[in-house]
Antibody, heavy 120, light 108 residues
Framework: QVQLQESGPGLVKASETLSLTCNVS????????WSWIRQPAGKGLQWIGR???????NFNPSLKSRVTMSVDTSKNQFSLKLSSVTAADTAVYYC??????????????WGKGTTVTVSS | SYVLTQPPSVSVAPGQTARISCGEN??????VHWYQQKPGQAPVLVVY???DRPSGIPERFSGSNSGNTATLTISRVEGGDEADYYC???????????FGGGTKLTVL
């Protein structure tokens, strides 16, 4: 079955850009959205944004100005860049697949998550 | 913009029924999805499109959605059901996914 694996630096300096990649194995990327979600320690889930295999994107309005996403279906991977990070961006970052049966998408496959700490 | 309201905590004895609510004005017009997250693990989809279950999810997990409240119901609760549960919808006004704040289910 489809498996997702996040990778990237676990430590990022404040004001710099956080970069993560999610590798997709065991399946194809077409006809799905590919998302990033984060979770600060002890807090709830926050959806960051998603990208379709065509490159179409949607972002959380609260993060939109700092987020860039890309997809490379030939490598079966997609990426997240979050610029101008602060301590508030410290969190576990998950990648996920969004699928649907009818009209609305839901996250049906998740990666294990990777912890990113922003240092001052 | 949608704000999904969940109770911070729900407690239930083993074998009883747990009900976790997710509230927002007219949420009954949306499709609601539910996730279970155990400590140190990634979330797992347990109900989608209000009341459908992914393969491998026990029938004890069910969902409903009407009016201003969606509900995740867990029947015959077991110790292994102890986890955080999150509801999620698509906010079509601003084109983004929204999660509820999460509910911690404690099995007494």
């Amino acid at each position: 079955q489809v498996q997702l694996q996040e990778s990237g630096p676990g430590l990022v300096k404040a004001s710099e850009t956080l970069s993560l990649t999610c590798n997709v194995s065991g399946g194809y990327m077409i006809n799905y959205y590919w998302s990033w979600i984060r979770q600060p320690a002890g807090k709830g889930l926050q959806w960051i944004g998603r990208i379709y295999n065509s490159g179409s994107t949607n972002f959380n309005p609260s993060l939109k100005s700092r987020v860039t996403m890309s997809v490379d279906t030939s490598k079966n991977q997609f990426s997240l860049k979050l610029s101008s990070v602060t301590a508030a961006d410290t969190a576990v970052y998950y990648c996920a697949r969004e699928g649907r049966d009818y009209h609305y998408y839901y996250m049906d496959v998740w990666g294990k998550g990777t912890t990113v700490t922003v240092s001052s | 913009s949608y704000v999904l309201t969940q109770p911070p905590s729900v407690s239930v004895a083993p074998g009883q029924t747990a009900r976790i609510s997710c509230g927002e004005n007219n949420i009954g017009s949306k499709s609601v999805h539910w996730y279970q997250q155990k400590p140190g693990q990634a979330p797992v989809l347990v109900v989608y499109d209000d009341s459908d279950r992914p393969s491998g999810i026990p029938e004890r997990f069910s969902g409903s959605n009407s009016g201003n409240t969606a509900t995740l119901t867990i029947s015959r609760v077991e110790g292994g059901d102890e986890a955080d549960y999150y509801c999620q919808v698509w906010d079509s006004d601003s084109d983004h996914q929204v999660f509820g704040g999460g509910t911690k289910l404690t099995v007494l």
